[in-house]
């Protein structure tokens, strides 16, 4: 594959402008373990080999297991996530498929466990990455061979 137009060199500002609103995420309550969760998970759904690569790599480096990591795509079939990271999850994966529109379920619980604002980051937090993966699928970033 090759990488296609270079949206960083061509449109600066409109990429800065989603480099601005990942640095508004790292303020937010998210802890930076969740917000990668929730980058990996749309990440996967997406497709988006670039993105996987890099949020897992950063989540390693944040203290993520690898046995969570690799399990990210089965978790409601593992004991490893939390009552709050299966909230974030299974509402990262219905915005991330927001054909099927988010369930009242899912939306009720996150409610649930978490208050409005942090309700609202999350929203937020996902559709970054969304956004992310379609510039990467896009342009056929790829990521590279490391040893």
Known sequence: MNTRIKINTVEPEAYNVMFAFEKYLSTTEIPKLHRELIKI?????????YCIDLHT???RNAGETEQ???ALSAWRETPFFSEEERAILALTEEVTLIQGC???QTYA???RLFDEQYL???IMAIIAINAWNRIGIATELTPSIRE
């Open 120 to 122: 609202a980051q999350l």
């Open 57 to 59: 790599r950063d989540a």
């Open 102 to 104: 988010v369930s009242d």
């Open 109 to 111: 619980e996150a409610a």
């Open 68 to 70: 969570r990591i690799y």
């Open 41 to 49: 998970r749309a990440s996967q759904i997406n497709g988006c080999a």
